[in-house]
């Protein structure tokens, strides 16, 4: 099986910096991805890393280890709007994306 | 550009009866589709992995001949749910790929609540 872990929940003021981590052992690899969903709606591509290194994309920021199996999704400057779930996903070799559970963020005033 | 509908956004069934849901690419003609089912508070599971104009391939523990996937063409995928029961209520969510399978586009979801 795959297993993907990132924590449950993490909490921050708005302004702040949030980092999420990620950490996989899968059967296969084609990179990673991290999305962002709120509840009830679909998940929004924010980021895909398949060479080790940091990907940065505005108040966005990914990072990848593929050695240690590890990834980080790194929120600068919170907003409220940021207030979401973080989905951690392994695409497999057969290009098929398995998820890690989510990390629930709440941006606080 | 490539966007990804579903239709109903929701629907509400009793027990016992089918529902359709469907799956469309708008704006892309896509290679693969795929089903997803997410329980509250958790994430996204896949279902199947739909090829236009193959047989869908089922993950493990999924029932194919209670979750039926249709893809009649390169931008619509369905799933029926047969004879639906209160634990089959979810959210199901379809992606599309398009030439390059790395990148899925998300549809927005189905709500289905079976009473």
């Known amino acids: 099986g795959q297993n993907i872990d990132q924590p449950t929940e993490m909490t921050a003021t708005e302004g702040a910096i949030v980092q999420i981590n990620c950490t996989y052992q899968t059967s296969g690899f084609n990179g990673l991805f991290w999305y962002q969903q709120h509840a009830g709606e679909a998940p929004t591509f924010l980021s895909y890393n398949v060479l080790d290194g940091l990907e940065e994309k505005g108040r966005f920021s990914s990072f990848l280890s593929r050695s240690k199996g590890y990834s980080y999704l790194l929120l600068k400057e919170l907003q409220m709007k940021d207030s979401a779930s973080y989905l951690c996903?392994?695409?497999?070799?057969?290009?098929?994306?398995?998820f890690g559970a989510g990390t629930t963020v709440t941006v606080r005033a | 550009g490539a966007v990804v509908s579903q239709h109903p956004s929701w629907v509400i069934c009793k027990s016992g009866t089918s529902v359709k849901i469907e799956c469309r690419s708008l704006?892309?003609?896509?290679?693969?589709m795929f089903w997803y089912r997410q329980f509250p508070k958790q994430s996204l599971m896949l279902m199947a992995t739909s090829n236009e104009g193959s047989k869908a391939t089922y993950e493990q523990g999924v029932e194919k001949d209670k979750f039926l996937i249709n893809h009649a063409s390169l931008t619509l995928s369905t799933l029926t749910v047969t004879s639906a029961h209160p634990e089959d209520s979810s959210f199901y969510i379809c992606?599309?790929?398009?030439?390059?399978?790395?990148?899925?586009?998300f549809g927005p979801g189905t709500r289905l609540t079976v009473t």
């Open positions: 704006d892309f003609q896509a290679t693969t």
């Open positions: 992606s599309a790929t398009i030439r390059e399978p790395y990148e899925q586009y």
């Open positions: 996903a392994v695409l497999l070799n057969d290009y098929k994306l398995s």
